[in-house]
């Protein structure tokens, strides 16, 4: 099953993705963030494939990354160990009942139990020069 069936919106991925959505393994992650709020639990990365037929927009301004802010309501638990400055890492996302998301590079593990997952934010940008 691809990670965007465990969504509460996968049309914003798989519009792009047009039903092939990229894997999140050695995603450049920009941020996670908690809130109480919800509490709620958000995670913004880079994902590693940019989609083959790109919406116009990004086109015509040369974008060649597309970033991806996860939200993940109803937090449950959180547990982090360790830190990078440079996080370079795989994201597993399961559900049984509750969503759970593993985010974990070499230095960094952090595991998350939720109520529920939705795309927050979908953009692009350019990378590099």
């Not at 992650?29 to 919800?38: A, D, K, Q, T």
């Not at 590693?48 to 301004?61: D, F, G, I, S, T």
């Amino acid at each position: 099953m691809s990670w965007t069936a465990l969504l509460d919106n996968p049309q914003v991925i798989d519009s792009i993705y047009r039903g092939s959505p990229p894997r999140l393994e050695g995603v450049n992650i920009h941020e996670v963030v908690l809130s109480r709020e919800g509490p709620s639990l958000r995670v913004r990365f880079d994902l590693q494939e940019y989609p083959a037929q790109a919406p116009r927009k990004w086109q015509l301004q040369g974008f060649n990354t597309v970033q991806v802010q996860l939200h993940f309501g109803g937090l449950r638990s959180v547990e982090i160990d360790g830190f990078s400055v440079q996080p370079v890492g795989d994201i597993d996302i399961s559900k049984d009942g509750m969503v759970e998301v593993v985010i974990s590079s070499r230095e960094t593990r952090i595991r998350a139990v939720a109520d529920n997952v939705y795309v927050e934010k979908m953009n692009a940008y350019m990378d590099g020069p």
